[in-house]
């Protein structure tokens, strides 16, 4: 009686790992499908970013502008792409409050052909670090030094 206790016992604690098992290989692959979901959505928001540079500029697409960076900004740590280039999240953090800000908007607004050619650059590869490096570049200069006069 002991035996069959025991090895009903072993029975049951295997096929209690097994199921384990299963759902942790079933849990892995959903979050791989969530994962690509999620990259694949950033990448069609960057692609609202450059076409909201590639606009002329007025009113209306100005808060298209801002709106569709701070989407993008907020999404990117979310992404696989963030875990590659740990600068993607800071730099479109930094390009969104130096359009959000008065006094550097008109001076970012001036940098738009080579904000388009960045974004451009990072629609083909989100985890461009030469792209993050130019939009923190060119942030740092007309926001961040220019808070300084």
């Given at each position: 009686m002991k035996k069959n206790l025991n090895s009903f016992i072993i029975i049951f604690l295997s096929l209690g790992l097994i199921v384990i098992g299963f759902?942790?290989?079933?849990?892995q692959s959903a979050r791989k499908e969530l994962q690509s979901t999620i990259d694949n959505s950033f990448r069609q928001q960057?692609?609202?970013?450059?076409?909201?540079f590639s606009m002329e500029v007025n009113?209306?697409?100005?808060?298209?502008?801002?709106?569709?960076v701070s989407n993008v900004s907020a999404m990117s740590e979310l992404t696989s792409y963030g875990r590659i280039n740990d600068n993607l999240d800071i730099s479109l953090n930094y390009l969104?409050?130096?359009?959000?800000?008065?006094k550097s908007k008109d001076l970012v607004l001036l940098r738009a052909d080579q904000l388009r050619?960045?974004?451009h650059l990072l629609v083909q590869d989100p985890s461009s670090q030469e792209?993050?490096?130019?939009?923190?570049?060119?942030t740092k200069e007309v926001f961040f030094e220019n808070t300084q006069e």
């Open positions: 759902k942790y290989i079933e849990s960057l692609g609202s970013v450059l076409g909201s009113d209306y697409t100005y808060r298209s502008m801002i709106s569709t969104y409050i130096s359009l959000r800000e008065e050619e960045i974004f792209a993050t490096d130019k939009i923190i570049e060119i």
